[in-house]
């Protein structure tokens, strides 16, 4: 089993990775490998060009969002972490989930794939953020991971996060909830038990 980890924060050591790491040496406490994603400062939004839906060939742009596609194809899990800017997450991390999740070549295996989010900020707005990439994960039928707590470590520097006892017992929570997620359905899996049945093709047209 593995989880990939990606990191939406321009420094590839800093709080967002110190949070992330926590969460992570659980899931490897457990058996489960990580592969982690440091998202580019200065990677393209989306153009709405629609190339990736006519070609099913992923993003025209073949940078990051393009290689995170076999990553995904051969994780079970998915944690996301971001700082806070504004209230929201990095702009650069919003770029890359948009052209992932729309780009992405094989979105019906993304259903009940165990998801999280994580973020990070000096002092607020980590429940908006977390709330704005969850709905990557909703909207395409992932299992959403909670913990024992919001996942909101705090500090303005690494060591400040290291400080965040209660933000990082979460993390360590949050950890310890995927992982025990993702052996329920390698259990479920062994023993024949399928997935859900997705329907899809109803589009309703709410202008007439």
């Known amino acids: 089993m593995k989880v990939l980890l990606i990191n939406g924060s321009p420094n590839a050591k800093g709080c967002t990775y110190t949070a992330l790491h926590e969460a992570e040496k659980i899931l490897n406490e457990e058996g489960i490998e990580t592969v982690w994603v440091n998202v580019p400062s200065n990677i393209p939004s989306c153009a709405a060009c629609d190339m990736c839906h006519k070609t099913h060939e992923g993003c025209i742009k073949k940078d990051k969002v393009n290689e995170t596609y076999e990553l995904l194809d051969e994780c079970d899990g998915l944690i996301v972490g971001t700082p806070v800017y504004y209230a929201g997450p990095s702009g650069s991390l ?3 989930l948009d052209r992932l999740f729309y780009s992405y070549p094989h979105k019906k295996s993304l259903n ?18 977390n709330d704005v990439i969850s709905k990557f994960f909703s909207i395409s039928g992932m299992a959403i991971i909670t913990s024992t707590y919001w996942n909101d470590p705090h500090g ?17 929570n949050l950890g310890r909830n995927m992982a025990y997620y993702l052996k329920m359905r390698k259990l479920a899996e062994e023993n024949g038990l399928e997935g859900p049945l997705i329907e899809k093709g109803n589009v309703t047209d709410f202008i007439r």
Do not use: F
């Open 94 to 96: 919003m770029s890359y």
């Open 112 to 129: 009940m794939k165990a998801a999280a989010a994580i973020a990070n900020s000096r002092r607020a707005g980590n429940i908006t953020s």
């Open 156 to 172: 303005l520097s690494p060591e400040d996060v290291a400080k965040d006892e209660e933000g990082l017992q979460t993390m360590r």
